[in-house]
């Protein structure tokens, strides 16, 4: 490609995290003509709940909905379901498009068919510094391994999971038990969107995008995800500190659908990791326990309390008795 300065990049995304780097990029002035997602939380629910969702977007948080599928339509950009329709139809949406650039963000796995067809290929945010926790889980492990660095690497996709070059990386040091949310939040709006309007930026003016190649072997396992009884069992609740157990907690979500089953009535109620408290305990370990200051999950040297904080939305949701 000559060193030369190209048009205004045709950018197609597609996410799995509604349009928390899409409108950014938009905002920035990046020529987004595509939005797709691989799963359009509004469009799957009935009227009444949608009707539900805008009014307490509107009035209850008081500022815009996250729903990527009415942002593109708001904003008139091109906008595809990906998990309703097949890779064929996919690849025949994108081609239409005409892309120059293709970015991913908590998007799955896609065959070279697909993130071949952009003239300057597709990059991908990965929510860690590549070579390490390559692989769809990476939160986890970082937390698991206490490891205090988190990091965001900008990459190119190949055939392979998480090996393409990389065009830019950034990292902070972790807070020990900062919510995995928060981190990412962090990642993608400090570090990563700066990295892609750079990408794009330094394409439009000079054809050409910086890379370096990646170290062909990890220094980590592969960052698998594990199922609820593969969670539990990794925790360990004697031998780990009580601060240890706290922290790993806060790197998903997935204590949710392990204790919270415990609790009766726990989805009628938004729950949180609130803070822990060192006290002696009785077995077992690793079940929800109930004292004076609520319930919490049980370790040998004390307890993490959960905090229980009233929904509207689920108010709303169990009075009319609509499935979400």
């Not at 008081?62 to 906008?79: M, T, V």
């Not at 206490?146 to 830019?168: Q, R």
Request: net charge neutral.
């Amino acid at each position: 490609m000559p060193l030369e300065q190209v048009d205004k990049l045709r950018v197609v995304i597609l996410t799995g995290s509604g349009k928390m780097i899409v409108a950014p990029l938009v905002q920035s002035g990046i020529n987004v003509v595509g939005a797709s997602e691989v799963s359009d939380e509004f469009s799957n629910m009935g009227r009444v709940k949608q009707f539900l969702e805008k009014i307490y977007w509107k009035l209850v948080k008081r500022k815009p909905s996250p729903y990527l599928s009415l942002y593109a339509e708001h904003s008139g950009i091109a906008y595809c379901e990906k998990s309703k329709i097949t890779n064929t139809e996919y690849v025949q949406w994108l081609q239409g498009l005409s892309p120059d650039l293709l970015v991913l963000h908590q998007a799955p796995i896609l065959p070279t068919e697909i993130f071949s067809i952009p003239r300057f290929g597709t990059l991908n945010i990965h929510p860690s510094l590549l070579p390490k926790y390559r692989g769809s889980n990476p939160y986890f492990w970082l937390y698991y391994n206490l490891d205090m660095t988190a990091g965001v690497t900008l990459h190119y996709i190949n055939e392979k999971v998480d090996t393409g070059h990389i065009v830019g990386q950034g990292s902070f040091t972790l807070k020990i038990g900062a919510p995995a949310s928060e981190v990412g939040a962090v990642l993608v709006n400090e570090y990563a969107l700066p990295m892609v309007i750079a990408a794009v930026q330094q394409l439009e003016s000079t054809g050409k995008l910086d890379s370096t190649e990646q170290q062909a072997e990890s220094p980590t396992p592969y960052a698998r995800r594990v199922t609820n009884k593969e969670y539990l069992a990794l925790l360990d609740f004697e031998q780990w500190t009580l601060e240890h157990l706290w922290h790993v907690l806060h790197s998903n979500e997935q204590w949710r659908d392990v204790f919270l089953p415990e609790i009766a009535s726990s989805n009628r109620y938004n729950w949180a990791l609130d803070s822990f408290k060192e006290k002696k305990m009785d077995e077992p370990y690793g079940v929800i326990g109930h004292d004076a200051c609520g319930f919490h999950i049980k370790h040998r040297l004390g307890a993490i309390y959960l905090r229980k904080n009233v929904s509207v939305k689920k108010f709303i949701k169990n009075v009319l008795n609509i499935a979400r």
